[in-house]
């Protein structure tokens, strides 16, 4: 249950986004009743969507991988389950995207995706601790425009993933209803990073 009770989705708008949830997910997500409440947030929001799925200078996997790991650290149900599923749908690496919550122990992921992981935790993290070696090794092999890209991409997950959290909006089995396998569970201790 959510810390903030939906809003019914009403009038044209209200039934053009139910219309478009259920199309696009099956359902209408419960974080769309909550933030209904407030419609300039609303608006905001699904505009800030539209525009991130426009975005093409970095690869997609990299961005998919880098959502899921702020959504693990940070504990978001629904953003994992929502990754998930967006990896499933787009015809992303669904292997690797599951190990994303367990990728420092896990071997299917290379140098590249590592240090992708590894700067989205670095982000994420109070204060963040991104390194100047862990940067330039990015700008490196992505280049300063997927760099920045990579950067803003995910600041706006901490954004969203923070947001679902303090509503209290949890995974709505999304990833499930796609018969996808079930997500690696996060270990239990923390591992320090190594840059």
């Not at 799925?53 to 690869?59: A, F, G, H, P």
């Given at each position: 249950m959510t810390r903030i009770p939906q809003a019914e989705l009403t009038g044209i708008y209200g039934a053009v986004v139910k219309r478009m949830s259920r199309k696009m997910l099956g359902d209408v997500p419960d974080g769309v009743g909550v933030v209904w409440h407030n419609r300039k947030v609303t608006n905001f929001s699904f505009s800030l969507g539209r525009k991130i799925?426009?975005?093409?200078?970095?690869?997609e996997n990299l961005k998919s991988f880098a959502h899921m790991a702020v959504a693990s650290m940070v504990g978001c149900g629904f953003c994992l389950d929502y990754g998930y599923f967006q990896a499933h749908n787009k015809g992303l690496d669904e292997t690797k995207a599951r190990?994303?919550?367990?990728?420092r122990e896990s071997d299917v992921f290379t140098p590249l995706e590592r240090d992708v992981l590894e700067?989205?935790?670095?982000?994420?993290?109070?204060?963040p601790t991104v390194t100047d070696d862990l940067s330039a090794r990015l700008l490196g092999a992505l280049g300063p425009a997927a760099l920045v890209e990579l950067t803003a991409f995910i600041a706006l997950t901490n954004f969203m993933t923070r947001s679902n959290t303090a509503f209290g909006i949890e995974s709505q089995g999304l990833a499930a209803s796609c018969g996808l396998k079930p997500l690696s569970a996060r270990p239990t201790t923390r591992t320090q990073p190594t840059s």
């Open positions: 799925q426009k975005w093409d200078r970095c690869d190990e994303v919550p367990r990728w700067y989205a935790e670095a982000m994420t993290l109070t204060p």
